[in-house]
């Protein structure tokens, strides 16, 4: 058989195994509802969808409960927990009558999405003269309500602390993201409490509800959220080669939410690396009702079925590798048979040049903004520049309540 046979009969079964292999079209359709991605440092937008439209937050409701909260009492404060505080579903396990550390129901609240950890938050903060049995949380929920309105969440109303449904309990996810931000920048406790995967403490060992941790290359953390009337929410945080970003998703499914979380934050460091030539943004395709699966009002949990669907798209991606790698392995078999076939090779080869070796993209460790590390490992940080907080008003040192 010829040279020029060979060779044709080798490209040709390559292109074979190509086409069998091909790899499907990458899956860049959004199913959350509203969505936003932000650079966290500048707070720039990188992506939008229906980001203004009020929606219910479910537990996502407990970053704006977090950062009032912090704001305005130290972490080794005692706080004790009532009857009245364990208001079900989603729960840290508190009972009535237990006192435990504010540190540690702000990672009940933040990693188990804990109901109960939010109202004994909310009424020892509420509680007058020491009276918590008979403190109502809102007086709380109010000084939350200003609070976060102060510091640009204009579009949000909360009605409760924790994030179960209630007539006129709304938020935006430009709301979320910019006081996830402000907790990010300069309350160096509320990162530590979404950085940690577990928690142990005062009797209690607390785990993340986040579907993406542990999986996600350079995740910070990130918060969780369920109802019937909310769907599938999740506020994300991650870092990479010193960019940190931020992205919220409101509205998404069972199935879908963890991937929805995965391609925002792709598309987020893509569009800070080449902004010139980021890929296009995702497409959206908001679900139906009858595609919410909800375990119980408030009830978060990790869905592990996300990754398998991950795992699975990647797939395709291996046997396309497998492809392009078959090509040149035939067209040398066909070449180095010819070549022991001619009678002259010498004369009839050329020196060809080596390709050049491709460089591998070195990884750059991504420092934290404004000096926090990740993991957060402690609650030491510098405030954040003069220029990002100029126009943040500070609160009270301890608000009244209406003592």
Not at 62 to 84: C, H, N, V, W, Y
Request: charged content about 15%; proline content about 7%.
């Amino acid at each position: 058989m010829s040279r020029l046979a060979l060779m044709m009969v080798a490209a040709i079964a390559g292109m074979m195994l190509a086409i069998v292999a091909q790899p499907a079209t990458a899956n860049t359709t959004l199913v959350a509802r509203n969505a936003i991605v932000i650079d966290a440092e500048t707070g720039a937008v990188l992506y939008q969808h229906d980001a203004d439209t009020q929606v219910p937050p479910a537990s996502l409701t407990k970053i704006f409960t977090a950062i009032a909260a912090i704001e305005i009492t130290p972490l080794d404060r005692q706080m004790t927990a009532t009857s009245g505080d364990l208001v079900g579903e989603a729960s840290m396990g508190l009972v009535a009558g237990e006192s435990d550390s504010f540190q540690t129901l702000l990672s009940g609240m933040l990693l188990s999405s804990g109901n109960d950890a939010a109202m004994t938050i909310a009424r020892n903060l509420a509680a007058t003269d020491g009276q918590v049995d008979s403190a109502s949380v809102s007086p709380f929920v109010d000084y939350t309500n200003a609070r976060i309105a102060e510091l640009g969440a204009t579009s949000t109303h909360l009605v409760n602390p924790h994030g179960l449904d209630a007539d006129g309990h709304v938020t935006t996810a430009r709301d979320l993201a910019t006081i996830t931000r402000y907790g990010l920048l300069s309350l160096p406790a509320f990162g530590q409490a979404l950085n940690q995967t577990t928690y142990t403490g005062d009797g209690h060992t607390l785990f993340t509800t986040n579907p993406l941790s542990g999986t996600y290359p350079g995740l910070i953390g990130g918060k969780t959220g369920i109802t019937d009337n909310a769907g599938y929410c999740l506020v994300e945080i991650a870092q990479r080669s010193g960019k940190t970003i931020i992205a919220v998703l409101l509205g998404s499914t069972a199935g879908g939410w963890a991937a929805d979380a995965s391609m925002l934050l792709d598309y987020g460091f893509t569009a800070l690396a080449t902004p010139a030539q980021a890929a296009p943004p995702p497409s959206n395709a908001a679900a139906s009702g009858a595609e919410l699966t909800v375990v119980g009002n408030g009830f978060d949990q990790v869905v592990s079925s996300a990754t398998v669907e991950r795992q699975k798209s990647r797939t395709p991606g291996a046997w396309a590798a497998m492809a392009l790698a078959a090509v040149p392995c035939l067209l040398l078999i066909g070449f180095i048979v010819n070549r022991a076939s001619d009678p002259q090779p010498t004369a009839r080869r050329r020196k060809r040049s080596k390709p050049a070796a491709i460089r591998q993209p070195q990884s750059v460790p991504a420092p934290a903004p404004y000096g926090m590390t990740a993991p957060f490992a402690t609650f030491e940080a510098p405030p954040p520049p003069a220029r990002q907080r100029r126009h943040v008003p500070e609160p009270s040192a301890v608000p009244s309540f209406g003592d």
